[in-house]
């Protein structure tokens, strides 16, 4: 079993819907990562939680640490979010900061 | 503001060929770090620099790759001979200790 599992991998949204992805971990840790990476593209990262709620734009991301989940909403979708969206997480011993166990992504697809 | 700056976008050589690769940070960003990412994989982090002193390289294979950050800016990956199975894409990031990721671009490495 993976130490971060995400959900789903594979999205195909119509633009404008509500769209969930969740991100569940097995480890202790000390921050979570949501990433953005485009085809052929960089990695942006898009949020780094350890507790509560972030909002950026149209983005909002949650984590509840005693469950050991977290899911990345995007509210009014848009043909430009499709992107693969990664959840990283750092554990809060034995690695550093940068040692980040990525889960395998999910693939966001929003049609016009 | 300038993000994070990585040359060359591409890079193609043959095996046992040596290869450098540049970083450039986000200015006043103290932690520097270096990932090696294969196609289909998430990025695995080879080393991480805080100013010019090496916080984690455990992944990072020595007899062949070496890393520097001498002035706890700029910093260089060097592979010295290149494999067939060091073609990936090389990313940089930087972040204030404990902070967001921010990452380059990348280079793109093919070892024929």
């Known amino acids: 079993k993976n130490e971060v599992e995400q959900s789903p991998q594979n999205l195909t949204a119509q633009e404008g819907e509500f769209i969930t992805i969740n991100c569940s971990y097995s480890?202790?840790?000390?921050?979570l990562h949501w990433l953005q990476q485009h085809p052929g593209g960089g990695i942006v990262s898009l949020f780094m939680?350890?507790?509560g709620k972030k909002k950026h734009g149209r983005l909002i991301a949650t984590i509840n640490i005693q469950e050991k989940h977290s899911s990345l909403h995007i509210t009014a979708s848009h043909p430009r979010d499709s992107a693969v969206y990664i959840c990283?997480?750092?554990?809060?011993?034995?690695?550093?900061?940068?040692?980040?166990?990525f889960g395998k992504g999910t693939k966001l697809s929003v049609k016009p | 503001e300038a993000g994070v700056a990585q040359s060359p976008r591409y890079k193609i050589i043959e095996k046992r060929q040596s290869v450098a690769f540049w970083c450039n940070p986000i200015?006043?960003?103290?932690?520097l770090y270096w990932y090696q990412q294969i196609l289909g994989q998430g990025p695995k982090l080879l080393i991480q620099?805080?100013?010019?002193?090496?916080?984690?390289d455990s992944q990072l294979p020595k007899d062949r790759f070496s890393a520097e950050r001498l002035k706890g800016v700029d910093s260089t990956l060097k592979i010295q001979p290149a494999k067939l199975e060091d073609s990936a894409v090389y990313l940089c990031?930087?972040?204030?200790?404990?902070?967001?990721?921010?990452f380059g671009s990348g280079t793109q490495l093919s070892v024929l």
């Open positions: 990031a930087s972040s204030f200790p404990y902070e967001k990721l921010f």
């Open positions: 480890v202790g840790i000390s921050a």
């Open positions: 939680l350890s507790s």
């Open positions: 990283a997480v750092s554990q809060n011993y034995g690695g550093s900061q940068g040692n980040l166990i």
């Open positions: 200015s006043g960003h103290a932690t």
């Open positions: 620099f805080q100013n010019n002193g090496v916080v984690d």
